[in-house]
């Protein structure tokens, strides 16, 4: 007799336990996403989305209490039954005009607005080429869109040129699709360079702006706004920066009128809660004044503080998202449980999230984290040890005298190296011999990939690699900053 579906759920789950990869949901209680209770225990949370602070913002419960009374809470139906109600249409008209763009249509969530652009613009005869980066949401369109799919790895242009060449010319259609500020990294994409690419080849270039619409650009309208690109399919969330929930699709009348009609993620789905869209509007009306300007300069302050506390180089965005990579499963686990112990929560980020490898911590700040909420998770990651028998002692530097906004850089940052485009990411194969991992020691790694970085940085980087202590930092020919970790 087969064993019973339970029976093999548990074998799977057992398994999942053992790899380290079990996840539970966690419940937190608070209004705020920053200070929040869990079991009793108040924590300070670095990693939620929220990162203007508006998800508990008092404009967004107001909206809301409005729309519902005038229009009631649920939509009650789809948008082409009956389900269109006037927060919609408002919202919608807001979103295309922060971003640029002639119109955009809402979805339920961001996983549905990618589901929904990509099935309903590719098809089988189509080529996608796609970031390897990229969110499972756009991963998942891509496969049921059941194009010809091909990956380059992250941010390597010259690889996603060659897809191009090779699989493009017996397409019907092409599409680029990339992240702007990729949500596991915290780096950004080159979308000018993307958009040349997109144009040598008649491809339409996709990208998902989920993390940086509200906080990244002009007046909060995103990184391809910051880079004067218009891309021909442009993804926003509701649910991160804008402190809501939900999507949006933005491009053309003609894009949104084909979307409306085909994408079966928006056909044949509930339209968004009035109150929800209301909300969000109240959001994007925020994030488009001078308030949202504050906020936005509180948040580039928080980031150019830890950064510079945990000897990072600046980062000419002031990206809200900084990885720290640990590698082994296990490993991003016990560092997000000593944080814990010290009251900051930060979840261990694990495959299938991210590549096998490369757990790690993602910490993200928002602009409501005060100087000394992020002083003290400096200090705490700090104090990380992948062993507990072992004290750690990553040292910090003391405060920045004067944490300002991501365009001033420290001398002692600064004197790291120049940077015009930061990015994040691991490259494990490709330390250089000089810089063994000492015994006893986990390295984490934050990496940055400079065009032109100098040999200057390669001396340095050998130089503090030679150093004997077990704590190192380097940074590297492809602007590799290590820290090792004793374990
Ligand atoms: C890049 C990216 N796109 C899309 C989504 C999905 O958005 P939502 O949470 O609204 O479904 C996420 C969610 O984290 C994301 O990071």
Redesign the pocket.
């Known amino acids: 007799m087969l064993p019973s579906l339970s029976s093999q759920l548990t074998a799977e789950l057992l398994a999942l336990r053992d790899q380290h990869r079990l996840r539970s949901c966690q419940s937190l209680a608070g209004a705020s996403r920053v200070n929040v209770t869990s079991d009793g225990l108040r924590l300070t949370a670095f990693c939620s989305?929220d990162y203007l602070g508006l998800a508990c913002h008092p404009a967004l419960a107001r909206a809301a209490a409005e729309a519902t009374a005038r229009s009631g809470f649920g939509a009650g139906a789809s948008r082409l039954v009956s389900g269109t109600l006037p927060e919609h249409l408002a919202l919608e008209d807001a979103l295309a005009s922060l971003v640029g763009a002639e119109a955009a249509l809402l979805f339920p969530?961001?996983?549905?607005a990618?589901l929904g652009a990509i099935t309903a613009l590719a098809g089988p005869l189509d080529l996608i080429v796609a970031d390897r980066a990229d969110?499972a949401?756009?991963i998942d369109a891509c496969r049921l869109s059941r194009s010809k799919l091909a990956f380059y790895p992250h941010l390597d242009l010259a690889r996603a040129e060659r897809h191009l060449n090779h699989f493009g010319p017996a397409a019907r259609r092409r599409f680029l699709v990339t992240?702007s500020l990729f949500?596991m990294d915290g780096d950004v994409a080159p979308l000018p360079e993307l958009l040349a690419l997109a144009r040598a080849h008649d491809a339409a270039l996709v990208v998902?702006e989920?993390?940086a619409i509200g906080c990244l650009g002009p007046s909060g309208a995103g990184l391809c706004a910051h880079f004067g690109v218009r891309p021909d399919v442009l993804?926003g969330?509701?649910?991160k920066a804008i402190g809501a929930?939900?999507?949006f699709v933005a491009g053309t009348v003609g894009l949104r009128t084909y979307l409306s009609n085909c994408a079966r993620p928006f056909l044949f789905t509930t339209a968004l809660p009035p109150p929800v869209a209301a909300a969000a509007l109240a959001a994007v009306q925020i994030i488009t004044s001078v308030d949202g300007d504050l906020l936005r300069r509180a948040l580039r302050e928080r980031v150019t503080q830890l950064r510079f506390r945990l000897v990072l180089p600046p980062d000419p965005f002031a990206a809200p998202i900084l990885p720290m990579i640990l590698g082994p499963d296990d490993h991003a686990l016990r560092a997000s449980s000593q944080l814990r112990d010290k009251g900051i929560l930060v979840q261990p980020i694990r495959p299938p999230t991210v590549r096998e490898g490369t757990a790690r911590l993602r910490i993200t700040l928002s602009a409501q984290h005060t100087p000394e909420q992020v002083a003290t998770l400096a200090d705490a990651v700090a104090s990380l040890s992948l062993n507990p028998s072992c004290p750690s002692a990553i040292p910090t530097l003391a405060d920045e005298p004067t944490p300002r906004c991501s365009s001033q850089t420290t001398s002692r940052a600064s004197d790291r190296a120049p940077s015009s485009s930061e990015q994040v990411f691991r490259h494990p194969g490709r330390l250089p011999e000089s810089c063994p991992l000492a015994a006893g020691t986990a390295r984490a790694h934050f990496v940055r990939r400079l065009p032109g970085t100098s040999g200057l940085q390669t001396s340095r980087l050998r130089r503090s690699c030679n150093r004997p202590e077990p704590v190192r930092r380097c940074i590297g020919l492809t602007g590799r900053v290590c820290i090792d970790l004793p374990q």
């Open positions: 989305n969530t961001g996983y549905q990618n969110h949401s756009i992240e949500s998902d989920a993390h993804v969330t509701l649910g929930s939900g999507a």
